[in-house]
């Protein structure tokens, strides 16, 4: 019978230890010296070679001369990982709410965060429900609390090295009573504020915020050209008709100055960013394919009655209150993308003669339909076909902040590492079974 | 293989894939040129009332108020101290309060584009549209958050 072995980790690297047989007995050690000398050397096995792989990066190796020189960082870890672990399950201590005091607990805090951030939760976490599980679950139990037992544990180091008493030439510091003082503060004390907020801030950052709404509001604000934001404390006291610091004046001047010149420009006869309602006039989804094919003539009339009314809110002066992107020439499609040429193809068709179906997340409605068409936008070959068609000469002065393509590219992919292109993914097509070799021997 | 495969259902390949290697590859778009990534963004995000009525509060306006009396208690001061006069608009949205439940903060709209010598419709013009509420809102940074308890150790 081959003896087994077993795995053990050094230095990082794999190696295969050989351990004795099961069910015999070992024998002494060979003593030392000549008899230990004259034992026959092992045999280098090829299978010795191949145990030794490569395939794990080298581990932290914690020696004795880097705790002597961090003890109070890893008396703190020990207590955090061994310690804690084992009284807190032995103890089966619970989580303390704070009673008969007037303070934040986690359900006073869990209903100011729902609240607060009800249109900016993640899609899976928008449900009221869901969210309020997520934070007593998740949440409470493996985001708050650990963070509290750091703290409590940081608090009693600290506290235990002040204490710290010279003695025979040592410093001698009292851990025995700074676990004491851990575990009473874990048994006695409700969680403070200030990890009640920290803990806050990590679920917010990522677990619960919908980071494409951040995406979203940057791309917007990037290609209207915002230079220098003002905080919202500034804006407030601004408002309030308080004092501001030199700091906080030029902020709020440079952000004021932007929004005026969007919303009202000095120049009457220049163009704001404000956008009219024709824009956002309802539209039936056989009138957006419509407009889509601009490139048939015999459409031509029906595109130019649909221009027609929707462009009277110009005549009328009717402005929304949406903010443009403030692109040169506007983002505008001149090459309909194959998704939506596919769409208008099966709509053309006759009833029964085609099999295939739209695809919703691009003809289900004339909003994702529209949305497609300017999604279609944000590639370098559309860019560049743009500014071809919208006027020679515009690429070279083209400014660098309404580059929409390498905004995504760049800025997107790599800042938030929201998905570029993907990796490509190789599906196996398997051979007939009635041709494999292998089904025949099977058989 | 008339007899075999419907009576045993051994495995046929797929006829539609013609390709001579025993593989293929797929590709997806990247999130950003498909349109249901912004409509869905867009969505998800709806009016954002839960974060602008806590702002309002904190400029020291109602909840009822409009974005021509938000534009107004904004830019009062800079155009005071700086001397200009220019109308803020008035009109439509302008004056129905901001927290009316069915203005969202992003909206898609589209225009047939008239260009060129003949003015014939020669592409689809189509437009990201960004309340000026939310431009307000999202222009501005928390402040920086307090470091970690370990770090701080």
Not at chain 1, 340 to 367: F, Q, T
């Amino acid at each position: 019978m081959v003896p087994s072995s077993v795995l053990c980790g050094s230095n990082g690297r794999t190696r295969m230890v050989p351990v004795v047989q099961s069910g015999v007995a070992r024998g002494p050690d060979p003593p030392a010296g000549a008899a230990g000398a004259a034992r026959v050397p092992k045999r280098k096995m090829a299978r010795d070679g191949a145990a030794v792989a490569d395939d794990k990066s080298p581990m932290k190796c914690v020696t004795p001369e880097l705790v002597a020189a961090n003890l109070l960082f890893f008396s703190f870890r020990h207590c955090c990982r061994k310690i804690f672990p084992v009284v807190h399950r032995n103890l089966t201590l619970s989580f303390r709410e704070p009673g008969y005091v007037f303070r934040s607990d986690m359900r006073s805090l869990c209903k100011s965060w729902s609240t607060l951030t009800k249109d900016l939760r993640r899609v899976y976490m928008k449900d009221s429900d869901t969210a309020s599980r997520t934070w007593f679950g998740v949440f409470v139990s493996s985001t708050a609390f650990p963070l509290w037992v750091k703290s409590v544990n940081a608090m009693a180091h600290h506290r235990s090295v002040s204490f710290a008493q010279p003695s025979n030439g040592r410093m001698v510091v009292p851990i025995y009573q700074c676990i004491e003082n851990m575990f009473s503060t874990m048994y006695f004390t409700p969680m403070p504020f200030h990890v009640q907020i920290e803990a806050l801030y990590v679920m917010m950052a990522q677990k619960s915020l919908d980071l494409n709404t951040m995406i979203l509001s940057c791309f917007q604000l990037h290609v209207m050209g915002l230079k220098t934001n003002c905080d919202i404390n500034v804006l407030a006291l601004a408002c309030n008709g308080e004092s501001l610091t030199s700091e906080q004046t030029l902020r709020y001047d440079s952000f004021c100055e932007f929004l005026l010149d969007k919303i009202v420009p000095a120049d009457v006869t220049e163009k704001g960013a404000l956008l009219h309602d024709g824009f956002f006039k309802p539209l039936k989804l056989e009138q957006v394919l419509a407009c889509c094919e601009f490139g048939d003539t015999t459409m031509h009339g029906d595109i130019e009655k649909i221009h027609a009314h929707r462009n009277q809110s110009v005549l009328k002066n009717s402005q929304s209150v949406y903010v443009d992107l403030g692109v040169d020439g506007g983002v505008v499609t001149y090459d309909v993308p194959e998704s939506i040429r596919a769409c208008m193809d099966i709509k053309k068709a006759a009833a029964g003669s085609n099999k295939l179906v739209v695809d919703p997340y691009v003809c289900g409605s004339p909003e994702t339909l529209i949305a497609q068409l300017f999604a279609s936008q944000m590639t370098e070959e559309a860019e560049t076909l743009r500014v071809f068609n919208q006027g020679t000469g515009r690429d070279k002065c083209m400014k660098q902040h309404q580059q929409l393509a390498s905004w995504w590219s760049v800025a997107a992919t790599s800042g938030t590492r929201l998905p570029g292109k993907s990796p490509k993914i190789t599906v196996l097509v398997f051979d007939v079974c009635r041709l494999a070799a292998h089904a025949l021997c099977a058989y | 293989m008339c007899v075999a495969l419907p009576r045993t259902r051994s495995v046929l390949t797929d006829r539609r894939m013609t390709t001579q290697s025993d593989k293929y590859n797929v590709d997806y778009d990247p999130v950003f040129t498909t349109g249901h990534y912004f409509s869905e963004t867009i969505n998800n995000l709806g009016t954002a009332q839960g974060l602008i009525r806590p702002v309002l509060s904190l400029f020291g306006m109602h909840e009822d108020a409009s974005r021509e009396e938000l534009l107004l208690k904004i830019l009062g001061p800079y155009m005071k101290s700086k001397r200009i006069t220019r109308n803020i608009p008035s009109e439509g949205a302008w004056k129905r309060k901001i927290l009316d439940g069915v203005t969202n903060c992003f909206k898609m709209g589209l225009m047939p584009h008239m260009g060129g010598e003949t003015t014939d419709p020669c592409g689809v013009q189509t437009v990201l549209g960004m309340d000026v509420v939310w431009l307000i809102i999202s222009q501005v940074t928390p402040p920086p958050p307090p470091p970690p308890v370990a770090a701080r150790l």
